[in-house]
């Protein structure tokens, strides 16, 4: 039976980092647009973005350097699933969905992002926080002001997976923590804010279906849900 509400999956990942708040380590696959193989890289959760006309819409986020690889990637096949194990509650979350990477307005894959708003699929997360008017770049900010210096000084190296010039020395000249910057702030590190900031992006991924796996319990119990064209959730129990 479909339903509008808050989706069961979503209220089970809720409560389960409820009780352990820091099981946020996710693995996230793309598809490589040479080649058809998967790369997967772990994510940290960074939180729902809930569009208020439909909680029914849970929008995942987490947080990239938009100079990786898998930028390309996902703009060549949005496609893209999150393994989440949880293991507390000995839980497991495969979420399928689309994916968008939101980066500075000023940075030129900016237009994309764009683009997969106005193209997205009605009744769905980012189709609604459209018309709901969401400021992403406000939010963007937000998340990055939220997140520690030294995760911030991670975005002012050069690009990630580009040969390391100088080796280890060379690494050793980059910033390990970065701060924002006062009014009377020197040169350096206003440039240094501005850099990280400028290479900060979301990515978030629209759920489109959801396995569910429970087991904690015995038997051990597996749901798949999947969205309808109205923006509401069907679910059947399948097999573990």
């Known amino acids: 039976m479909a339903t509008s509400a808050v989706p069961r999956w979503k209220t089970a990942i809720t409560n389960a980092l409820a009780e352990h708040e820091k099981a946020t380590v996710v693995q996230l696959a793309s598809i490589d647009p040479t080649a058809p193989v998967p790369h997967v890289r772990s994510h940290i959760f960074r939180e729902f973005i809930i569009p208020k006309s439909k909680p029914s819409l849970p929008l995942f986020l987490t947080t990239t350097d938009i100079r990786t690889p898998k930028t390309a990637q996902i703009i060549s096949n949005p496609h893209v699933q999150v393994a989440w194990w949880i293991e507390g509650t000995q839980e497991q979350f495969r979420i399928s969905g689309t994916a968008s990477a939101i980066p500075a307005p000023t940075n030129g ?131 573990p």
């Open 109 to 239: 894959l900016y237009k994309q992002f764009l683009h997969n708003v106005k193209h997205a699929v009605p009744n769905s997360a980012i189709a609604t926080l459209k018309d709901e008017n969401f400021d992403w770049e406000a939010k963007r900010k937000e998340s990055f002001k939220n997140m520690s210096a030294h995760m911030k000084a991670s975005w002012c190296r050069p690009t990630p997976g580009s040969p390391l010039e100088g080796g280890e020395e060379e690494a050793k000249k980059w910033p390990v923590r970065i701060e924002e910057p006062t009014e009377d702030a020197d040169e350096e590190v206003k440039r240094n804010w501005e850099t990280a900031l400028e290479n900060f992006a979301l990515l978030v991924v629209d759920p489109t279906d959801v396995d569910y796996v429970e087991l904690g319990v015995i038997p051990n119990r597996r749901t798949r849900f999947w969205r309808t064209s109205d923006g509401s959730w069907d679910s059947e129990v399948i097999v």
